[in-house]
């Protein structure tokens, strides 16, 4: 059992979320708890006044597109630019409300003493910086464009006409985009720490199974087979029973948020479509705007849901590597233990997207013809 341990887990469990705990705490999401009270006070106006970034930017660019409800095309342009940011803010809400929630589910996880390899520990980094990356610079790449052609990235509405010329109009992509940001950068945020932590549960239904299949009955080491087999058992019951913290804490906190995911993405798949369709294959750039928005949507989703099938199949894989086991040549007591793991294990570890829907590979496919379907019904009836 040591040297299974040894070759397979690398870094200590206070290490989990050090990177994205970081960058939460600079987006003012995420308080630190030896702050004195002034450190605290200042940090919840920082953490405010990022929070009225969001709101203002919300009403600008909604007054904006109540002003263009003439134009269908623009009105819908800027209605498919806006649900990102909805998105990206119940996102924030959610996360606000859910915050000592998931504060304890972390700190019990890095209590724990579990641990996991150096290369994924790495990888709960890399994730946000990317994602963070390849969205700011898809957003920094359209608006750069649009200011080139002396046109606004999103309409907004400004207390000065932004298009009299160039100098009025990089001030309002500047707004736009102190504006925006922060918001961006906390949805990033929000996501890393969700993806790091179901990462961490399937890095640790892995190690459980190579553990459950490393286990060698002797009768000279009786004794310490019976103690690694309880690590074991413990182990299981903490991460996925039926009646524990990990299993329902996860579904708890995390309902809302899948909810609003796949519901953003249905409707921004339907935008696209109902755009693609009323543009055609004229303005290029439009069309190359909503692919890539709609590509960054999709990508997002699509992590979620992977992670979540994951999180389905390797907690089944714990029956699968308790009957692969050799519990043949075993006395009969540690047989009927190894029974109740495969019995537990019949029922995987799942999230609920609002209780409507189990978050897998199966309902991403599900979210996208949702999508195409309501498109199909809009473009029945306008015809």
């Known amino acids: 059992m040591a040297s299974v341990k040894s070759h397979w887990l690398f870094a200590p469990s206070k290490d989990f979320f050090e990177f994205n705990l970081k960058y939460l705490t600079y987006l003012g999401l995420w308080p630190k708890e030896d702050w004195s009270k002034p450190q605290r006070f200042l940090f919840e106006i ?13 009403i600008l660019t909604s007054i904006g597109t109540y002003n263009c409800k003439n ?18 803010v119940m996102k924030a809400l959610i996360f606000f409300i859910k915050r000592k929630q998931i504060k304890i589910l972390i700190d019990e996880i890095k209590h724990s003493k579990d641990e996991i390899t150096m290369s994924r520990n790495r990888m709960m980094s890399v994730h946000v910086v990317v994602i963070s990356v ?3 610079s898809i957003v920094s790449a359209f608006s750069l464009l649009a200011t080139y052609k002396q046109e606004m990235t999103i309409e907004a509405w400004m207390a000065f006409d932004p298009l009299i010329d160039k100098k009025h109009l990089i001030l309002a992509s500047l707004i736009l985009a102190v504006l925006f940001v922060p918001c961006a950068c906390r949805a990033m945020a929000i996501q ?15 190690e459980l199974q190579i553990r459950i299949r490393a286990l060698d009955y002797r009768p000279e080491t009786h004794k310490q087979m019976r103690v690694d087999f309880n690590e074991v058992i413990k182990k299981h019951v903490r991460l ?21 995911q796949n519901l953003a993405v249905t409707v921004e798949l339907c935008f696209n479509a109902m755009m693609v369709t009323m543009v055609g294959f004229k303005e290029k750039t439009l069309l190359l705007t909503f692919f890539a928005y709609l590509s960054v949507a999709l990508l997002n989703s699509y992590i979620y849901c992977f992670l979540a099938d994951e999180l389905i199949v390797q907690s089944q894989g714990i029956a699968l590597a308790a009957y692969e086991s050799q519990w043949t040549t075993w006395p009969v007591e540690l047989q009927k233990d190894i029974l109740i793991i495969i019995l537990v294990a019949q029922r995987p570890l799942t999230l609920s997207a609002g209780g409507m829907a189990t978050m897998s590979i199966q309902t991403f496919g599900q979210t996208l013809y949702n999508g195409y379907s309501i498109f199909a019904v809009l473009s029945d009836v306008v015809d």
């Open 71 to 88: 134009d269908i095309t623009a009105l819908l342009t800027n209605l498919d630019k806006i649900l990102v940011v909805y998105n990206f």
């Open 46 to 58: 920082y953490s405010m006044t990022l929070s009225v970034f969001e709101g203002v930017f919300l």
């Open 192 to 206: 890393g720490i969700v993806c790091s932590i179901l990462m961490y549960l399937c890095d640790q239904l892995i």
């Open 134 to 136: 390849l969205v700011i």
């Open 240 to 260: 996925i029973g039926r009646f524990f913290r990990y299993s329902n804490t996860l579904r708890a906190i995390f309902k809302e948020y899948f909810l609003f």
